[in-house]
């Protein structure tokens, strides 16, 4: 058998702070809310700061919105530098760096609330991301968002590294940001699967109609617009694309009946 891993001290003294909160959770909730300064989050949320579990920066993101009134947000993002943002124009989900930024935040408010030795790590792990940030283009910043979520799922799900250890979720990286990646690939799949079928649905039905109204004129083949007409050209009975009002099997039906 080999020898077990030596855990480095910091990870030592956050795995004895869960033990303690982990013997009565309740409990140890209820007394870190009480203290004056204790920063606001959702009581579910506080239940996986002090696990150590990954939390979910949209439910983070979404209580900051739905406690905010009409202001703009100043927030450091660190080394002197600080963004201003509107709070009313904000969304419930992560979907830009200056989203994360925010539940960022607030993540590391009560994680230094509850676990005051890491901060160092979690100074390495947001100067980290905002790099990657800054190296990638604002349309490609879901990749970052997307490999953040995933490098924190890993270090909650280990504790048995610090968020500094980025060696640690390197494939995570190369799988949601880099072009070869796993996830970036199949995410580009998926969208070229659906740009194709617009494609075809728009080959099956060309023009430009921009209404659910059918074209007459076309059914009387008196429409002089053709593929740029704005109705649709369609049959006025059945719709069907294939025929007009004249050669509709329907019509046909009802005078053989009668």
Sequence with gaps: MGAKP????????????????????????????????????????????????????????ASINSATIDKEITVEIGEGVSIVLDSTKSSNKITEHSHWVIAWQAYTEAVLFAFPSRGCELNAYMRHVNKLFSVCHSSLHYRVINYDHAARIIIGSRHDILFSDFHEF????????????????????????????????????????????????????????????????????????????????????????T
Aim: contains cysteine; aromatic residues 6%; proline residues 5%.
């Design 6 to 61: 030596t855990l480095c001290p910091e990870v030592i003294e956050i795995c004895h702070l869960i033990q303690v909160y982990g013997k009565n959770i309740k409990k140890a909730k209820r007394d870190l809310c009480m203290l004056i300064d204790c920063p606001s989050l959702p009581e579910k949320l506080w239940t996986a700061i002090l696990q150590d579990d990954a939390v979910d920066f949209d439910e983070i993101f």
């Design 170 to 257: 390197m494939h995570e990286k190369t799988a949601y940001i880099d072009s070869v990646g796993i996830a970036v690939v199949q995410g580009t799949t998926e969208a070229s699967k659906k740009v194709t079928a617009k494609s075809k649905l728009v080959s099956q039905n060309p023009g430009p109609a921009v209404s659910d109204e059918v074209c007459r004129n076309y059914n009387w083949g008196e429409c002089h617009f053709g593929n740029k007409c704005r109705r649709i050209h369609v049959c006025v009975i059945c719709r069907d694309p294939k025929h007009v009002i004249t050669r509709c099997p329907r019509i046909r039906n009802d005078k053989q009946s």
